[in-house]
Nanobody, 123 residues
Framework: VQLQASGGGLVQTGSSLRLSCAVS??????MAWFRQAPGEARDFVAT????????YYADSVNGRFTISRDNAKNTVYLEMNRLKPEDTAVYYC???????????????????WGQGTQVTVSS
């Protein structure tokens, strides 16, 4: 299974970006975005179940970010609005083949990872 993240860039505070993650498999269940700032741990951002309906967000991005998926295109998206300098990080997409009712917010629960895409928000 391969995940390919794209869409990062350098933007100003208050701007928007959309990240994409193309997946080589169609049978994956939950997918998620995590982010990692320099010198910090990899933090949970958002997750979406295989049905494309059930979603869960970190408090820090809730109301500004939207996760979605297009199963026909094997792609998951992260729409990021009202970006802040503290959103600066490398963003990683992740996926699991295990079905779960619970929202998976721990990085250790995802077995497949993309390479990361840099998002930099200038003040």
């Amino acid at each position: 299974v391969q995940l390919q993240a794209s869409g990062g860039g350098l933007v100003q505070t208050g701007s928007s970006l959309r990240l994409s993650c193309a997946v080589s498999e169609r049978t994956l269940e939950a997918m998620a975005w995590f982010r990692q700032a320099p010198g910090e741990a990899r933090d949970f951002v958002a997750t979406i179940h295989g049905d494309g309906i059930s979603k869960y967000y970190a408090d820090s991005v809730n109301g500004r970010f939207t996760i979605s998926r297009d199963n026909a295109k094997n792609t998951v998206y992260l729409e990021m609005n009202r970006l802040k300098p503290e959103d600066t990080a490398v963003y990683y997409c992740a996926a699991t083949s295990r079905r779960s009712i619970a929202f998976l917010v721990s990085a250790g629960l995802y077995e497949y990872w993309g390479q990361g895409t840099q998002v930099t928000v200038s003040s």
